[in-house]
């Protein structure tokens, strides 16, 4: 059973930066494409970023393009999201997910860590 476990959310002021970890474990990392999605308070969840099972190939929602940056690290089983000039409406609790399919990458899914980002 594939499990997926995020880290690294936490209280940060506008402008400032993060980076979320998730580790995976209970099967073949580079099986996975990986992704994070996440959902605000009242709204719907959607995705954030998407990279392939090297990690050539990423993809952004558009309000994160040039602020975050999707990776992941194939000898430790982890991914990565760096977040770099956050704002207020990047709220949200963060999800880490995985899957067989580039454009649809989360049969997995972990159990989320909060982003408060204060104005």
């Known amino acids: 059973q594939v499990q997926l476990s995020e880290s690294g959310g936490r209280l940060v002021q506008a402008g400032g930066s993060l980076r979320l970890s998730c580790a995976v474990s209970?099967?073949?990392?580079?099986?996975?494409?990986m992704a994070w999605f996440r959902q605000a308070p009242g709204k719907e969840r959607e995705f954030v970023a998407a990279?392939?099972?090297?990690?050539?190939?990423?993809r952004y929602r558009d309000s994160v393009k040039g602020r975050f940056t999707i990776s992941r690290d194939n000898t430790e089983n982890t991914a990565y999201l760096q977040m770099n000039t956050l704002k207020p409406e990047d709220t949200a609790v963060y999800y880490c997910t995985a899957g067989s399919s580039l454009s649809r990458p989360n049969d997995y899914w972990g159990q989320g860590t909060q982003v408060t980002v204060s104005s």
């Open positions: 990279t392939n099972w090297s990690g050539s190939i990423t």
């Open positions: 209970g099967g073949t990392f580079t099986n996975y494409h």
